[in-house]
Every structure is written in structure tokens, then in C-alpha cells.
């Protein structure tokens, strides 16, 4: 198998029935705190929610990986979703994928991110042919943002309010311009969150689009206990669909989306198998 990026599944819908992707759960921590999140389980910018991922180092991600294939050999993805955010834990996850680079020359590597910490690290993601980042933008007006985000640390700093949701928002869009200029392909997860965002998502969709996202995933807001959000309902199928097709008119939508978990193997849509969890527990021994 050749680096392909029309192999991607998450990306390419016609090969997300032939091709498999491998999430490896080796960033534990986050930088921001999202009231639609409960940190007992994995990120919801990316992953299914209400699961919670095992951890592995990087060398116990390739070992796993390794194995995954001899399981899986149509996987073609290896990605980093959490179960935190990936440059929260930037050694890791940049060891992690240096690993998988020298080792696996042909597979396709992706990222998901809120984006706070991910700039220093483009030139290198694109040095290791990281071919698609996820950036999750669920706002572009940091009135909105403010809502959104309880808190986010930056440089060993804390904000809240107004000024954190400023600062995600201007390294998120940073991010966002350089991974274009190094030639990466940059998804954007928006997440639709009744009587908070839902109005304004296709405003993000805009403001994406015009600084060149690749495709955008709106994706429904999905309701947790134990959040700030957990009296808000989830948003109605309808909602969903009339906020995407508005969007599609702006950029590509990604309407597939099957929230993997931050541990996530094989084909999309169907669940990791007894065999596949086997050899994660493997690993994390
Ligand atoms: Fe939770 Fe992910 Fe938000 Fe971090 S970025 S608070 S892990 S949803
Ligand atoms: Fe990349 Fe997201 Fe697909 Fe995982 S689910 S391979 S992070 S696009």
C-alpha cells in the first residue's frame, strides 16, 4: 500500500467500506476545558462519548499497532484523538508518530485537535507527512466562545471568560492558515449545541472556508452528566440537517461522521473486536 490520501475512510467516503483506521489512545491530558465535557471519559471533539479509552505510551502504541495489522490489514489511518487533546501531551503524541512514520512509510497519519497548542508543531507534522488534522471550531465570535469553553491554559497560564475563548480562538485560526500552507489537509468539527451555537455554525462554516478548511464536520452536541451542559438537549436530526446543508454551500461536509473512540480500530461504523480490544490490553501491560 502506497500513501494514498484517497485511502483516508474518515475523508474519502468511498473507501470507508475497504479501508481501516487505528486510533492510538497515548494523550491523556487536556488544555482546555469544554462544558459539553466530562474528563472520566474521552474527548468529545473527535470520539464517541461516554467511553473511556486505556493509555498507551508511544512504544506500547506501536507494539499494539503492530498487531492491530496482523489483525487488520486494511487499516491505512493511524490517527491521535486523545482520550485528551494530542499537543497537551506533545511528546507523546509527536514520539508516537515519528514511531509510526519510520516503521510504516506508506500509512496515512491524522490528528484531532482543539488547536490551542498545535502550531509549533506544523512544520514537523508535515515533515512526517501527517496528511489530515482535525481542528475542532465551535466558534468564531468569542461571545459565543466564552459560553463554550469554562477555561483554557496556555503556557503554564490560566484564562477563563472572554479572554480564554480570544486565545483559543486565535491559535485556532493560526493553526488553521499554516496547516495550509504546508499542504495539510484540515478538517473542522464543529459541534452543534442547542441555544449556544446552533445559529451560528455556519458563520464558522464561512469563516473556515474562507481560510481554506478542507471540509467541515457539524456534528450533533452529544449530552453528558456531570457537565455544565448536561441540561441542554441534544440537537434534533432536523436541526443537524438543515445546519449541514446550509453549510454544504459553503465547503464540503463530512456527513459520515461515526465519533470514534480514542481507541477506535478497523473499518468505521463497526466495533472494535474482541481480538482488537485483546491486544490494546496487551499492550498496556
Ligand atoms: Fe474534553 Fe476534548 Fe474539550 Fe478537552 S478538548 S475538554 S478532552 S472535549
Ligand atoms: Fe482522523 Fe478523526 Fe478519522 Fe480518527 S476519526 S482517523 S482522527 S479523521
New binding site residues.
Given amino acids: 500500500m502506497t500513501l494514498n490520501i484517497q485511502n483516508?475512510?474518515?475523508?474519502n467516503d468511498s473507501a470507508r467500506h475497504t479501508f481501516g483506521?487505528i486510533?492510538l489512545p497515548v494523550a491523556p491530558k487536556c488544555n482546555i476545558q469544554c462544558n459539553y465535557c466530562n474528563r472520566k471519559f474521552d474527548c468529545m471533539n473527535?470520539n464517541r462519548p461516554g467511553v473511556s479509552s486505556k493509555v498507551l505510551s508511544p512504544k506500547q502504541a506501536l507494539y499494539y499497532l503492530d498487531n492491530a495489522i496482523k489483525l487488520s490489514p486494511n487499516i491505512s489511518?493511524v490517527?491521535?484523538?486523545g482520550p485528551g487533546d494530542p499537543f497537551a501531551n506533545p511528546e507523546e503524541t509527536m514520539e508516537t508518530l515519528r514511531l509510526v512514520r519510520e516503521k510504516y512509510p506508506d500509512m496515512l497519519l491524522?490528528?484531532?485537535t482543539n488547536g490551542l497548542d498545535v502550531l509549533p508543531y506544523i512544520e514537523e507534522l508535515a515533515e512526517l507527512k501527517v496528511s489530515?488534522v482535525?481542528l475542532t471550531i465551535n466558534a468564531i465570535d468569542p461571545e459565543i466562545g466564552q459560553e463554550i469553553y469554562a477555561w483554557v491554559r496556555y503556557q503554564k497560564r490560566m484564562y477563563r471568560d472572554r479572554q480564554a475563548a480570544e486565545l483559543l480562538l486565535e491559535n485556532q485560526l493560526a493553526a488553521l492558515q499554516k496547516l495550509k500552507r504546508f499542504g495539510v489537509t484540515a478538517?473542522v468539527n464543529s459541534i452543534i449545541i442547542p441555544g449556544i451555537n446552533d445559529k451560528h455554525v455556519v458563520e464558522v462554516a464561512r469563516q473556515v472556508a474562507s481560510m481554506g478548511a478542507d471540509i467541515l464536520n457539524a456534528l450533533p452536541y452529544y449530552n453528558t452528566t456531570e457537565t455544565v451542559f448536561e441540561n441542554i438537549p441534544e440537537p434534533d436530526p432536523m436541526m443537524v440537517r438543515e445546519i449541514q446543508d446550509e453549510a454544504g454551500k459553503l465547503l464540503p461536509q463530512m456527513k459520515h461522521?461515526?465519533r470514534?473512540r480514542a481507541d477506535?480500530a478497523g473499518i468505521?461504523g463497526e466495533i472494535n473486536s474482541d481480538e482488537m480490544m485483546q491486544k490494546l490490553a496487551e499492550a498496556s501491560l
Fill in positions: 483516508h475512510p474518515c475523508f483506521r486510533h473527535e489511518v490517527g491521535i484523538a491524522c490528528v484531532a489530515h482535525t478538517k461522521c461515526a470514534c477506535a468505521i
